[in-house]
């Protein structure tokens, strides 16, 4: 069996994790760029984790400039296996309420200005987002959650918007009312993507903050109660994080769900018509089928 290595990935209010033995800060270059930050790696219940602040430490990187990529890249890199991502969101849903978290299992991707994928020209892959999370993790999740007393959903919907600007009250009525969305946030997507195509299991953790701009008694999204609310998601996200490890344990199987092999029937370009320069950009995400 493999050694089970968790990433974290720690949205708006989260930006490192308590607890961490012998923890380092580690750059990782990648040939897609800096990541968002420097990585915390250390242990934790024995246990291998890597924590990555999506936004930088001190909050620098806007939903849009967020490196995505090499956010992924640097995580596989190092050679985590496993990734939690925590994100801050809105709600569309009375029962969804600030100061809940949801495991979100499905996605509406409507960014339009972030790269979405590895591959491209010299090496084409289609992989498969049906089910774009992985449930063996969100089983996970749903257990430290439930273990610390934080109300959570399981399963949800979550619009990917590009921002930074919060909904008009047009379109916050027509992702709830129309398509059906449980919540909305601006980091997940192109990240669950980009984690299915480094073969990495992914589960997002939406921290509700806000009902978006469609609730009669929320009025506009106010940023001053969004922080007020994310203090206090930031202490319930450490808390479940510290969990996990014993959950998770050290040792990791194959995932039941495939996710580790996302890759397996995905890449349609001929061996002979590969770009030699990208399959070298794809060693750490692509390499298992590429070698």
């Given at each position: 069996?493999?050694?089970?290595?968790?990433?974290?990935?720690?949205?708006?209010?989260?930006?490192?994790?308590?607890?961490?033995?012998?923890?380092?800060?580690?750059?990782?270059?990648?040939?897609?760029?800096?990541?968002?930050?420097?990585?915390?790696?250390?242990?934790?219940?024995?246990?291998?984790?890597?924590?990555?602040?999506?936004?930088?430490?001190?909050?620098?990187?806007?939903?849009?400039?967020?490196?995505?990529?090499?956010?992924?890249?640097?995580?596989?890199?190092?050679?985590?296996?496993?990734?939690?991502?925590?994100?801050?969101?809105?709600s569309?849903?009375?029962?969804?309420?600030?100061?809940?978290?949801?495991?979100?299992?499905q996605?509406?991707?409507?960014?339009?200005?972030?790269?979405?994928?590895?591959?491209?020209?010299?090496?084409?892959?289609?992989?498969?987002?049906?089910?774009?999370?992985?449930?063996?993790?969100?089983?996970a999740?749903?257990?430290?959650?439930?273990a610390?007393?934080?109300?959570?959903?399981?399963?949800?919907?979550?619009?990917?918007?590009?921002?930074?600007?919060?909904?008009?009250?047009?379109?916050?009525?027509?992702?709830?009312?129309?398509?059906?969305?449980?919540?909305?946030?601006?980091?997940?997507?192109?990240?669950?993507?980009?984690?299915?195509?480094?073969?990495?299991?992914?589960?997002?953790?939406?921290?509700?903050?806000?009902y978006?701009?469609?609730?009669?008694?929320?009025?506009?999204?106010?940023?001053?109660?969004?922080?007020?609310?994310?203090?206090?998601?930031?202490?319930?996200?450490?808390?479940?994080?510290?969990?996990?490890?014993?959950?998770?344990?050290?040792?990791r199987?194959?995932?039941?769900?495939?996710?580790?092999?996302?890759?397996?029937?995905?890449?349609?370009?001929?061996?002979?018509?590969?770009?030699?320069?990208?399959?070298?950009?794809?060693?750490?995400?692509?390499?298992?089928?590429?070698?």
């Amino acid at each position: 069996m493999a050694e089970t290595f968790i990433g974290v990935i720690g949205g708006s209010g989260v930006y490192e994790i308590d607890g961490l033995e012998r923890a380092e800060w580690t750059a990782v270059a990648t040939p897609w760029g800096a990541p968002s930050d420097a990585l915390l790696v250390g242990r934790l219940d024995g246990v291998r984790i890597a924590f990555l602040p999506r936004h930088g430490r001190g909050h620098v990187h806007k939903p849009s400039s967020v490196p995505y990529r090499a956010n992924i890249d640097a995580l596989k890199r190092l050679g985590v296996t496993d990734v939690i991502a925590v994100s801050a969101c809105g709600s569309f849903r009375e029962g969804m309420a600030p100061g809940d978290f949801v495991l979100v299992d499905q996605f509406i991707d409507r960014t339009v200005h972030r790269e979405k994928s590895f591959f491209g020209p010299g090496c084409v892959a289609h992989v498969s987002l049906a089910h774009p999370t992985c449930p063996r993790l969100a089983d996970a999740v749903f257990e430290a959650a439930t273990a610390e007393g934080i109300p959570i959903h399981r399963g949800g919907t979550y619009l990917a918007m590009e921002g930074p600007q919060f909904s008009t009250l047009a379109e916050s009525k027509l992702y709830r009312e129309v398509w059906g969305c449980d919540v909305i946030g601006m980091t997940n997507m192109p990240e669950a993507a980009l984690a299915r195509e480094a073969e990495l299991c992914y589960c997002p953790v939406a921290m509700v903050t806000d009902y978006d701009s469609w609730h009669p008694d929320h009025g506009a999204v106010d940023i001053t109660a969004i922080i007020a609310t994310l203090t206090g998601n930031a202490d319930k996200a450490r808390a479940l994080i510290r969990r996990l490890p014993a959950l998770l344990g050290p040792e990791r199987a194959p995932c039941p769900h495939g996710c580790d092999r996302a890759l397996d029937h995905a890449i349609l370009t001929a061996p002979d018509r590969r770009d030699p320069g990208l399959l070298e950009k794809l060693e750490a995400v692509a390499g298992r089928v590429l070698a």
